[in-house]
């Protein structure tokens, strides 16, 4: 199987794909964007993206091409993120001026990054922000990344486990283009629009709680095109594709413009190790 992944070998979502899948033939990609295209084409038989991380929440374009696209989730992991300051061999960690990385790694690293005074440098991802490093030779410039990057870019890590956050995890999400109920303890993924008029999100809330489903995720996202609209993208623990699934979302039509199955995903902890 061919996988599509946004980064470089080493990076959060290399590990994962990875992890996944690992007799797949990984293919990178430069942004979630060509991933989630390079799979729509048929290019890539699945492509690998992160949905949220537990510190600094959802990851909004992925959010926004799943309801914009015709991929489905199809599983969900949970890979523990070690984010760690790394350097040149023969740097230290105090010799450190400037960190580059991902802006959500620099985000979960912000109390160290502002207790040393470092200055920060955005990257498109954490493994070109340690590449970057290794090809520079300052030792005064660090990154931060993980500890296979480490290895990869023969980097030294200067202080490990540096992210505020020590239980911080990033949930990865396969999308594929053919939706595959998952029938077992499943949770599934509802997007949607609601009609203009008084109450209709409250009304949709109350038709999922009253077929006995429960919503353990809602948020909002900006709708493309329209000015102060939005859709919403809710995860609910139970199966739509049974009869009660079928019936709770024929009632919620009524008080929705749109109304998509974005997926499904088996509702057991399904953990990556790096």
Sequence with gaps: MRIAYSGIEGSFAHTASLGIFPTGELIPCANFADAYKATVSGLCHAAVLPLENSFAGEVGKVTDLIFEGGLFVSAVYRLRVSQNLLGIPGSSADGIKTVISHPQALDQCATYIEEHRITTQGATNTARAALRVAKTGDPTVGAIASKTTARLYDLDILAPDINDDKMNTTRFAVLTRKRKPYLGDSTCILMFT?????????????????HGFNMRVIRSRPLKGFRWRYYFYAEVEGNLFSGAGEAMVEDMKPFCESLKIGGSYDSGEQIIEE
């Design 194 to 210: 609601v009609r203009n008029e008084a109450g209709a999100l409250a009304k949709v809330l109350g038709v999922i709680g009253g």
